[in-house]
């Protein structure tokens, strides 16, 4: 591959990767509860689908710090959104999982973000909307490998 076509396809990259990004960030800020962060919603909507997991699995999940993923951890734990639950097996080792109330405000978020994401997929053929999610999914996988 041409060196220079590469490097106009990594600009054309990084430049649509951060206005969705941020746009999208702005997007879900807005519709939030006041209480809850976008990092928040985002570790309880992790919660909701894989049901339970350690602290060091979301740290490496969202690529932190052990301290970053400790702090919303403790404030999610404060609101009373999530429990933590030591192993039987090994007392040192702590699940977290979602209260009630946790995924209650889960879903009513995923309901909205999917509103708001279904408004921007909507603006795309059924062809390009396989072929946009099948390209991402390759690259999520991709960037797995980094």
């Known amino acids: ?3 220079s076509r ?3 396809w990594v600009r054309r990259y990084e430049i649509a990767d951060f206005i969705v990004e941020r746009r999208l960030h702005a997007k879900v800020k807005d519709i939030m509860p006041e209480e809850l962060t976008v990092e928040q919603f985002k570790t309880l909507r992790y919660l ?3 049901e339970r997991c350690t602290a060091s699995e979301l740290a490496d999940f969202f690529c932190v ?3 970053t993923i400790t702090a919303v951890i403790n404030r999610l734990f404060d609101k009373g959104l999530i429990n933590r639950v030591p192993e039987e097996k090994d007392r040192r080792v702590v699940q977290l999982v979602l209260t009630a109330e946790g995924m209650s405000i889960c879903v009513a978020m995923e309901e909205r973000v999917q509103s708001v994401l279904a408004g921007i997929m909507d603006q795309f053929e059924e062809k ?3 072929q946009f999610i099948e390209t991402l999914e390759k690259l999520a996988q991709a960037a797995m490998k980094l």
């Open 48 to 50: 909701r689908h894989n």
């Open 1 to 3: 591959m041409e060196a």
């Open 65 to 67: 710090g052990k301290s």
């Open 6 to 8: 590469l490097m106009e």
């Open 128 to 130: 390009e909307a396989v």
